[in-house]
C-alpha cells in the first residue's frame, strides 16, 4: 500500500497548483509532481495514480507555459531573449529549453488537451509531456499544412506559363502508397503533398521545350518512380546526380545520407560544359526538403536558361519560380 504521506502531497499539489501565482511557484509544483511520479513508478504504483499525479505535472507545465508568453522577451515559445531575460529565467529556476517546452504545451486548446488526457487515461496507457509536446507540434505542423493548401489555391495555374529549355523539379511526395503504414512520422512535412498520379499528370512535357533538360529530385527509395516519370513525360533518362549529404537522416532500413537527381533530355541538347560530374557535397539548407544553392548553381553551369523550377522554394535571379511557397 502506498504511505498515507504520498496521498497527501498529491492532494497538497493539486490545491496548490490551483493557488499558483508565480511561474516559480508552478515551477515547484511541477518538479514535485515529477518528484512523486518518479517515486509511485519505482514503489509499483498502478498506472491510474502514476498518471494521476503526471496530469499534476502537465498542468503545472502548460500554466507555467501560459505565464512565461505574457512575460516580456519570453513569448513564442521563448522568442528573442536578451542576457537579462535568460539571467530572469535563471532565477526562477527554467532555462531556456523548459521555457520552449513549457509554452508549446501550453500551445495546446484546452478541450484538445482534457481530450488528450481523457482518452490516454481510458487506453490505460502512461501520460507524458512527451505525448502532449507531439500533440503540440501535430497541431502546428497542420495549421502550417492548411495556410500552405490556401497558398496552393492562389498559385498561377501552370498552363499559363510559356515553355523553358530547362526544368528542375522537387515533387511534394506523399508517400502513403510505398507500404509503410507512416513513413514520415514526426517528419511529415508541412506543405500539401501529391501522390505519384498526381505527380504524373503534372504537364511538364508541355512546360518543356521540343529540346529540353530535365532534373528530377528522387530519394531512394522512389528511383522507380522517378523512371517512370521521366518516362511518361517524354524525356530520355541520361543519369543520376547524387547529392551527399555531411549528416545521415531517416530511413526504414538504412539511414538516408544522399539524394539523387535524374537528369533526362527531349530532343538533341548537349550540356553547356563537359567536365562536371555526377555527384556533389553541400550541407543541408535547413528547411524541410529544401535543396542546397550548389544544386542550382551546377545547373546555370550545365543548362540554358531562363530555367523552370516547379515546386520552388524560393526566388532565384534568372528563374522562373512555380509554386506555393514563393
Not at 502548460?62 to 535568460?86: K, T, V, W, Y
Request: aromatic share 8%; charged share 30%.
Amino acid at each position: 500500500m502506498l504511505p498515507e504521506t504520498a496521498l497527501v502531497r498529491f492532494d497538497a499539489a493539486r490545491l496548490a497548483l490551483a493557488e499558483a501565482r508565480r511561474v516559480d511557484e508552478v515551477k515547484d509544483i511541477r518538479d514535485r509532481a515529477e518528484a512523486l511520479r518518479a517515486y509511485l513508478k519505482q514503489a509499483g504504483a498502478g498506472l491510474e495514480m502514476q498518471n494521476d499525479v503526471a496530469e499534476i505535472k502537465l498542468r503545472a507545465e502548460r500554466r507555467a507555459g501560459e505565464m512565461l508568453r505574457e512575460m516580456p522577451g519570453h513569448g513564442e515559445q521563448g522568442g528573442n531573449r536578451r542576457s537579462s531575460d535568460i539571467v530572469q529565467l535563471e532565477e526562477i529556476g527554467i532555462d531556456k529549453t523548459q521555457s520552449s517546452r513549457f509554452q508549446l504545451a501550453a500551445s495546446v486548446p484546452e478541450g484538445d488537451f482534457e481530450r488528450h488526457v481523457a482518452d490516454t487515461k481510458a487506453r490505460h496507457e502512461e501520460l507524458t509531456t512527451a505525448s502532449v509536446l507531439r500533440l503540440a507540434k501535430g497541431m502546428e505542423h497542420e495549421e502550417k499544412r492548411e495556410a500552405n493548401a490556401a497558398l496552393a489555391e492562389m498559385v498561377k495555374p501552370l498552363h499559363t506559363l510559356e515553355p523553358h529549355p530547362t526544368i528542375v523539379i522537387d515533387p511534394p511526395w506523399d508517400f502513403s502508397d510505398e507500404g509503410d503504414v507512416n513513413q514520415f512520422g514526426r517528419a511529415r512535412p508541412t506543405y500539401t503533398t501529391l501522390t505519384y498520379n498526381q505527380i504524373l499528370s503534372l504537364p511538364v512535357a508541355e512546360l518543356a521545350e521540343k529540346n529540353a533538360h530535365l532534373y528530377l529530385w528522387i530519394t531512394n527509395r522512389s528511383l522507380p518512380k522517378g523512371f517512370a516519370l521521366m518516362e511518361h513525360w517524354g524525356f530520355r533518362y541520361i543519369a543520376a546526380l547524387t547529392w551527399c549529404k555531411p549528416s545521415i537522416g531517416m530511413g526504414n532500413y538504412f539511414r538516408g545520407s544522399t539524394e539523387h537527381v535524374l537528369f533526362g533530355v527531349r530532343g538533341s541538347l548537349s550540356l553547356l560544359r563537359r567536365d562536371v560530374g555526377t555527384w556533389f557535397s553541400a550541407p543541408r539548407p535547413g528547411r524541410h526538403s529544401a535543396k542546397p544553392d550548389e544544386f542550382f548553381a551546377m545547373v546555370e553551369r550545365c543548362s540554358p536558361g531562363p530555367w523552370l523550377e516547379m515546386f520552388a522554394r524560393k526566388l532565384r535571379p534568372g528563374w522562373t519560380a512555380w509554386g506555393a511557397e514563393v
